[in-house]
């Protein structure tokens, strides 16, 4: 019988601290609760667009401001979360009694593609917080080397949990007849190369010259450069791309580029990109921003945005290189 997530918590070494567990338990179970609330929502027609935007000035789904609430429940997080920051409000929100955490998440990740049925997601990122003090936005601004635990929860055809402390990445999946998360991958590991990228081609005009250079010379096919052909994929849903990545290998990109809304890239630094490129990294793979490692970026904004290339070692390593 597969292990449960407790079991697979249980196991880990004494120096994993029995709180950091718990919290990971209760975000699974928080992720459970969201999963059912999306697989509900044309039932109970919660999937459409609400009158108003986040702080990102993107216009909210009724569902991110519904997980956003669910994530803010306190009794969830009671004595193990200080504080957490949502891609989907402007500043922190304070947990009353406190804890030894910050938690950082985006509750629906891919929002658009509710209403098609599409993949969507929740990504977290646990932190450690200030002891004796109140917290401020400044304690969320580390690197994200600085994560003790990330992940991510897909709700497609089977709801799945990528999850890791910082050795190794897992995969956990709901069974629904025992009622549990239960692991079905062990140290997931990326194929350190690959024949597959995953971007928006719409936006190619927009790209800056390196990589228009790399996705022409992977689209050339064997004729190419390259000497191979690529397949491409995009699913407009950071979880389901990353989680076909983790799975099979890939390279995912989502670039800085020459627009006024672009300069900056699109993806959040907190939210988006140092939870999975924490996951990747522990799965063997490499994640950087075009010229230097995610995990080392030091967040000067909650909301910061940055552009990214991750997934297989040696298609990211190129794109890195041709950034110069």
Excluded at 111 to 122: A, E, H, I, R
């Amino acid at each position: 019988m597969l292990p449960t997530l407790n079991q697979f918590l249980e196991s880990l070494p004494a120096t994993v601290p029995a709180n950091l567990k718990a919290l990971v338990l209760d975000m699974a179970a928080a992720c459970r609760d969201i999963g059912q609330t999306v697989n509900n929502s044309a039932i109970t027609g919660k999937q459409g667009a609400l009158a108003q935007e986040n702080v990102q000035g993107e216009v909210q789904k009724e569902l991110d401001v519904i997980a956003n609430d669910m994530m803010l429940e306190p009794e969830r997080w009671y004595g193990r979360v200080a504080a957490v920051a949502s891609e989907e409000m402007d500043t922190l929100h304070p947990i009353a009694d406190g804890g030894e955490y910050l938690l950082v998440f985006d509750p629906i990740d891919g929002s658009s593609n509710l209403d098609v049925n599409g993949v969507v997601g929740t990504i977290f990122s646990v932190l450690e917080a200030p002891q004796g003090r109140a917290v401020t936005e400044a304690d969320f601004l580390k690197p994200g080397h600085q994560q003790v635990a990330a992940g991510y929860t897909a709700y497609g055809p089977q709801t799945t949990m990528m999850l890791t402390l910082g050795a190794g990445t897992f995969a956990f999946s709901i069974d629904h007849d025992r009622g549990e998360w239960v692991l079905i991958r062990d140290q997931v590991a990326i194929p350190e190369a690959t024949r597959e990228f995953a971007i928006n081609m719409s936006n190619h005009r927009h790209w800056e010259a390196p990589v228009r250079r790399y996705i022409d010379e992977c689209v050339a096919g064997k004729d190419g450069p390259r000497g191979a052909d690529f397949n491409m994929r995009w699913l407009a849903s950071m979880v389901g791309d990353i989680h076909r990545i983790l799975t099979r290998g890939g390279v995912f990109i989502y670039p800085v580029d020459q627009r006024t809304s672009g300069k900056n890239g699109k993806l959040r630094l907190l939210y988006e990109c140092n939870p999975i490129s924490m996951l990747i990294e522990q799965a063997g793979g490499a994640a950087t921003d075009g010229h230097q490692r995610i995990l080392d970026i030091a967040p000067a904004a909650l909301h910061q945005r940055t552009g990214v290339v991750l997934g297989s070692k040696e298609e990211v390593a190129r794109v890195t290189q041709y950034h110069g």
